[in-house]
């Protein structure tokens, strides 16, 4: 079976999630598996079309396609998201058509369900058929249990692709009718109550909607804002995963460009971020995909906290959940309120206008409150697989991130809570006696409520 392996890292060979693959021709001697380093090799392919073409013919000639890739915040790397891009730029979406497609990534699961869909909804996207997808820790493949379940996994999608199984899509295409964003008069300015605002987009001369849309929100309010293009930030390149950060946030690319003076200068100051992007294929662009990715130099701090971050989106975002996720997870697990998201899929040029204007109107009203909607999962789950991480295994790796949480209480395991010990171990003995037992059943609810009345009565 001829296997096309697109090697999503930007460490190329010295990759983890590449071991994974090479495992499997190992142990699959029938697989004929050629292997592309398109992360790595990005700038050669946007540069050189034939050997972009080279990669489309091996696509072309396979059976299977299979996306192998590290988490990048989030999804997949700015690097791959490029590559992405390259397929429906210089249509080649022809040679995935009807190739059966399987994924793998390597992590530490921090939201490796939002990077999957992403794929999934790409390879639909593509007329692929999609046999599924295999998130591995990073060290999976030094045990024997993970071994034999990772090799059931390539067993399973070798047999369907021998029968020819059918499968089934599970992201429609998104349906998106062309609309021409026409603003309308301005509005009462909304007083900016001695904030600072950002406003960042990707816009290129293709977006005229983006344009116009961030241009709107720029004159919502009486004075000039904070405004820039990421075009126009000087970044060398997307992170390569080197973890250069981890001991001291010191990025490889520090004196080599202009990202981290921008971040620390003009994102961290700010109270109110406008984040203002076009959709591309399911996601949103490579550049923006580029900004966050090299914001890793902050490793696992929440750089973002007590800001208040809306979203400004160009494109079916209603149509994709999964995108909508990752924004929302980002800012809450960055520390950020998130303010909301605007469109122009109502396809009413009016009525952008008034969303646009209390959009403003409610993140400067919040960042005057310091409001921060509470924690959901997405962040609470989030944290504390983070947190057990830096204790245990990535600690040495990332000193600054153990050294964060030390001082800002980051390690809130429970294990000092010790009234709370001494209460569940005298119960656990006492919940032996069925007569204790049954009293307490009895109790439980209205004890669960009690003192959550006496603050209701007493206020």
């Not at 690097?79 to 009807?98: C, P, T």
């Not at 509005?187 to 983006?210: E, F, H, S, Y």
């Not at 929100?217 to 990421?230: G, Q, T």
Request: net charge positive; with cysteine; aromatic share 12%.
């Amino acid at each position: 079976m001829k296997v096309a392996v697109l090697n999503g890292s930007p460490k190329g060979e010295k990759s983890v999630t590449l071991q994974y693959a090479l495992y499997l021709q190992k142990k699959f001697p029938a697989f004929e598996m050629t292997f592309h380093p398109v992360a790595r090799q990005i700038q050669n392919l946007e540069r050189d079309e034939e050997a972009f073409g080279q990669v489309i013919e091996d696509v072309r000639a396979a059976e299977l396609v299979l996306w192998a890739f590290p988490l990048y915040f989030l999804s997949v790397s700015s690097q791959f998201k490029r590559f992405v891009e390259l397929i429906f730029a210089r249509r080649a979406e022809d040679a995935f058509r009807n190739r059966y497609a399987a994924a793998v990534s390597t992590s530490i699961h921090f939201f490796d369900h939002t990077a999957h869909n992403y794929v999934h909804a790409l390879c639909d996207d593509l007329g692929m058929r999609y046999l599924g997808g295999y998130s591995a820790g990073m060290y999976d493949l030094l045990s024997s249990k993970e071994r034999k379940r990772f090799l059931l996994f390539a067993e399973n999608f070798q047999e369907a692709v021998r029968r020819g199984a059918p499968t089934a899509i599970a992201y429609p295409p998104l349906s998106w009718a062309p609309f021409a964003y026409h603003p309308g008069p301005g509005q009462p300015p909304v007083d900016l109550g001695g904030k600072r605002v950002l406003i960042l987009t990707d816009a290129t001369p293709a977006d005229a909607n983006l344009t116009a849309m961030a241009q709107t929100l720029r004159e919502r309010f009486p004075r000039e804002v904070d405004a820039a293009n990421l075009h126009d930030v000087s970044i060398a390149g997307g992170c390569l995963g080197c973890i250069s950060c981890g001991y001291d946030n010191r990025c490889v690319y520090f004196g080599r460009d202009g990202y981290r003076e921008f971040f620390e200068a003009r994102v961290k100051t700010a109270d109110v971020i406008f984040l203002a992007g076009a959709m591309k294929d399911r996601a949103l662009s490579s550049r923006w995909k580029l900004f966050f990715d090299r914001s890793f130099y902050n490793t696992h701090q929440p750089v973002l906290e007590g800001k208040q971050v809306g979203f400004l989106i160009s494109g079916p975002l209603g149509q994709n959940a999964n995108l909508r996720e990752m924004l929302t997870a980002y800012t809450e697990c960055m520390g950020g309120n998130l303010v909301g998201f605007v469109t122009d899929e109502p396809g009413d040029s009016a009525l952008i206008d008034a969303r646009i204007h209390e959009f403003a109107r409610t993140a400067v009203r919040l960042a005057g409150q310091s409001y921060l909607r509470p924690a959901t999962f997405l962040s609470t789950a989030g944290a504390k697989l983070m947190r057990d991480a830096i204790w245990g295994p990535l600690r040495f790796v990332f000193l600054a991130d153990h050294r964060y949480y030390q001082r800002h209480g980051g390690y809130d395991f429970p294990q000092r809570q010790y009234k709370v010990r001494l209460r569940n171990a005298l119960m656990t003995l006492l919940m032996r006696i069925p007569a204790t037992r049954k009293d307490v059943q009895k109790r439980t609810i209205d004890e669960m409520v009690k003192p959550l009345r006496q603050v209701v009565e007493s206020r």
